[in-house]
């Protein structure tokens, strides 16, 4: 018996239909060319590449398709291409609103250029996300790794075997997008200083994010340039609850003001230190990172650094789809900028009474 040339064709078997279809199975380019009279050579070109037949064919086939409900299968197609048409996009952690940019600007891009997106969560572990990206890597064409928590011998090791792309992380031999923290940063700095504070408290991020040790050398900075003294909190988690929990190192800390490496610990910052009856901004003001979904719902309206997160999953996504047709560009390192938006949560401090 002989085994059928297109692999497309391998999942069609029971009799044919007066329409060309067989029997409940899936309906295979054969079926399609049957119904649209045409060869299944044509069926395949059409499908794979429109253009490569003439107007009245195309409409033929892409009828017959839609009656039969027929799509291609990229998997199929991968056996003799070897790409699947599939970009692979890992986030820290999927329920931080810190990432829905990156994938609403990666999906957008990669739909743009006929590919599909495919999304996995690393939970915030090392090794989840590795474990996760090797899965990825035998089904995607590349990968995206947004604040990827497993260490630059793994990225660098995944990224010899198919294109990858990071943000919010630089890593020596990978193309980054990374939002450049230090303008944001100091406005915001320079604006707490001009609002009387002195003494500046950040709480830091997850151990393994590389973007958290960025963002207080960035404080250390802007601080030690506008003369004011920076002290640094550990949180248990960038989480709501996290923010919570670290409200009392921070009244200890006889820190006046607060950056916080996200917008959700300072939401949760807010939320306690309010219950414990302290005014935001009058006694603390709070300052988060990200300007995420939602920042401006509290109660006062969070002040923050915003980091453009869909900017960097269009232009990480566009670096992945480039490197795969062969596109290069004159540096591995995207920079893009961060700006400081100022609401009620920061503001003058207010002397003792």
Request: overall charge neutral; glycine content about 8%; charged content about 20%.
């Amino acid at each position: 018996m002989t085994e059928p040339k297109n692999p497309e064709a391998a999942a069609s078997t029971g009799p044919v239909s007066r329409n060309g279809r067989r029997g409940k199975s899936s309906a295979t380019i054969y079926d399609v060319a049957r119904v649209a009279g045409v060869n299944p050579s044509t069926v395949s070109r059409a499908l794979s590449k429109p253009g490569r037949v003439s107007v009245k064919t195309q409409k033929l086939i892409e009828n017959a398709a839609s009656e039969l409900n027929y799509h291609v299968n990229p998997f199929a197609r991968a056996l003799p291409t070897g790409r699947t048409s599939t970009l692979g996009l890992i986030v820290a952690d999927i329920t931080n609103p810190t990432f829905f940019g990156v994938i609403r600007g990666a999906e957008s891009t990669v739909t743009a250029r006929d590919y599909t997106l495919m999304l996995a969560e690393s939970s915030e572990s090392p090794e989840t996300e590795l474990t996760a990206a090797r899965r990825m890597m035998t089904t995607v064409d590349g990968l995206i790794l947004a604040s990827p928590r497993m260490d630059d011998e793994n990225i660098r090791a995944l990224a010899k075997g198919k294109p990858v792309v990071v943000i919010n992380r630089e890593v020596e031999g990978v193309p980054c997008v990374v939002p450049d923290v230090n303008t944001g940063i100091a406005e915001a700095i320079r604006s707490l200083a001009a609002n009387g504070h002195r003494r500046i408290a950040y709480v830091a991020g997850p151990p393994e994010s590389w973007m958290s040790r960025r963002r207080w050398e960035g404080v250390q900075t802007a601080c030690e340039w506008s003369r004011l003294e920076a002290v640094r909190l550990e949180s248990s988690r960038p989480t709501v609850s996290g923010g919570r929990e670290v409200a009392r190192g921070v009244l200890a800390s006889g820190a006046t003001a607060v950056l916080t490496y996200n917008d959700l610990l300072a939401i949760g910052l807010m939320q306690e230190l309010q219950a414990a009856a302290v005014v935001v901004p009058d006694r603390i003001s709070i300052v988060g990172f990200d300007d995420i979904f939602g920042a401006d719902f509290t109660t006062p309206p969070l002040t923050t650094v915003r980091s453009p997160m869909t900017e960097c999953g269009t232009e990480a996504a566009s670096l992945l789809l480039d490197a795969l047709q062969g596109i290069e560009h004159p540096t591995a390192l995207l920079r893009v900028e961060t700006e400081l938006v100022l609401r009620g949560s920061s503001g003058r401090l207010l002397p003792s009474v």
